[in-house]
Nanobody, 115 residues
Framework: QVQLVESGGGLVQAGGSLRLSCSAS????????MAWYRQAPGKERELVAG???????NNADSVKGRFTISRDNAKRTVDLQMSSLKPEDTAVYYC?????????WGKGILVTVSS
C-alpha cells in the first residue's frame, strides 16, 4: 500500500501562484509515474500533468506554460508549481502515483482562484 498526502492548496487571486506538494509513504519502492489530476464542480476528473520516473513530463493543453510538475525520487514527492492562475483552475487537485500496475490516490486538496 502507498499513502499519499497533498499539501499547499488554498485561496489565491487570479494571476497568482501556488505550489502543491504530495508525499508518499508506505511501500514506496518501484513507484513509476506520478501525476496531478483535478476535478472541478460538476466536471469529470482530468489529468493536469504527469511525470515519468526518468523525468519526462506531459501537461494538459489548458495549463501549458503555466504549470510545472517536478519530482524527487529520493524523497518520493511530486510537486506542481502553478502560476498565472485563472478562476477556471479552481478544483480539487489529486496526486496520483503508480506502482506495479496499480494507481494510488491522495484525498485531494482544494484550490480556489478568485477573480
Amino acid at each position: 500500500q502507498v499513502q499519499l498526502v497533498e499539501s499547499g492548496g488554498g485561496l489565491v487571486q487570479a494571476g497568482g501562484s501556488l505550489r502543491l506538494s504530495c508525499s508518499a509513504s508506505g511501500n514506496t519502492d518501484c513507484i513509476s509515474t506520478m501525476a496531478w489530476y483535478r476535478q472541478a464542480p460538476g466536471k469529470e476528473r482530468e489529468l493536469v500533468a504527469g511525470i515519468t520516473e526518468g523525468g519526462t513530463t506531459n501537461n494538459a493543453d489548458s495549463v501549458k506554460g503555466r504549470f510545472t510538475i517536478s519530482r524527487d525520487n529520493a524523497k518520493r514527492t511530486v510537486d506542481l508549481q502553478m502560476s498565472s492562475l485563472k478562476p477556471e483552475d479552481t478544483a480539487v487537485y489529486y496526486c496520483q502515483m503508480r506502482r506495479v500496475g496499480l494507481s494510488y490516490w491522495g484525498k485531494g486538496i482544494l484550490v480556489t482562484v478568485s477573480s
